[in-house]
């Protein structure tokens, strides 16, 4: 089974306007609320593309359960360890430009951590798990370390999409595959890096640290794999973006679904990039039948 992990979801609240005056009353021409949080994303696209996970995390009040009944509808099962206090909302405002507001997170206690881990303990051999998104303030930044290393001691498949300290520190604990965007990949190792071409060495470097697959993203502009036996980069299918949530939890769903359908790595890097753009260009999230469709554009070379 195919378990996603959002440890810091949130209720996304999209709001639409003229222009926005600061000081002022404004009024919304246009709103939309959805559940919010990478892993819920992962979940949500493996379903299109016909796979069951389930999705796992923290969830708390009102807006907790507004999250477990919206992901539910989509006949996604959820293991969500209830927490005191409520899931946070993030208010997305586009008007003449874009402007977000994060709530702030719940405090996770030791013992929600606990509850969550006693579900983790029970899985093995078999099973993915999807490590996904930031981390709230109450945890401490080693957590997806700790998660990782356990789960791949219990034979599990672990899938890390995060940045910044959580992702520097979860390499020692050899995760199967990461996914940074090139920004996330400098921001780790400390380099410039604008192309897949100049990714190679540091991707190469955070091989040998014992990760599996290293996947780097660089949004419209290509995508890189690295594995200990090769290493290849891909095109991006060409479109009119509509969309920017969710482009890479995409990209990690189409990895996971192409593994789990027992594709080769060329093919899984294609369908992988096929489903980030498929979701880039939708305005909601990607579906099987135009990932199937972007995959023709997007060709795989080896370059080592
Ligand atoms: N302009 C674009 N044209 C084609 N495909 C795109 C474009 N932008 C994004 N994508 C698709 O989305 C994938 C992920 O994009 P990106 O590198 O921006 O990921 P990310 O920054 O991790 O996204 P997220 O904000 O969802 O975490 C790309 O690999 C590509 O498949
Ligand atoms: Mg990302």
Known sequence: MIYTVTLNPAVDYFVTLDSLHFGEVNRAKKEHKAPGGKGINVSRVLKRLGHESEAVGFIGGFTGGY?????????????????????????????????????????????NVRDLEAFLQRLGKGDAVVLAGSLPPSLDKTIYTRWTKRLR????????????????????????????????LAELVGADIHTPAEAVPYAKEL???GIENVLVSFAGGGALLSTRERTMVANTPKGVVKNSVGAGDSVVAGFVCANAEGMDLPEAFRF?????????????????????????????????
């Not at 005191?84 to 430009?97: F, L, P, Q, W, Y």
């Not at 672990?158 to 996330?184: C, M, Q």
């Not at 990039?273 to 999230?285: H, I, Q, R």
């Open 67 to 111: 999250i477990k009944d919206a992901v539910e509808a989509e006949s996604i099962r959820t293991h969500f360890v209830t927490v005191d206090g409520d899931t946070r909302i993030n208010v997305k405002m586009k008007a003449e430009s874009e402007t977000e507001l994060n709530g702030t997170s719940p405090v996770i206690t030791a013992d």
């Open 153 to 184: 001691e219990q034979g599990v498949a672990v899938y890390v999409d995060t940045s910044g300290v959580p992702l520097k520190d979860v390499l020692s604990a050899k995760p199967s595959f990461i996914k940074p965007n090139h920004r996330e």
């Open 207 to 209: 091989l040998e640290t």
């Open 272 to 304: 992988a990039v096929a489903s980030g753009s498929a979701t880039a260009f939708s305005t909601g999230f990607a579906d099987r039948e135009r990932v199937e469709e972007l995959k023709q554009q997007v060709s795989v070379t080896y370059i080592d």
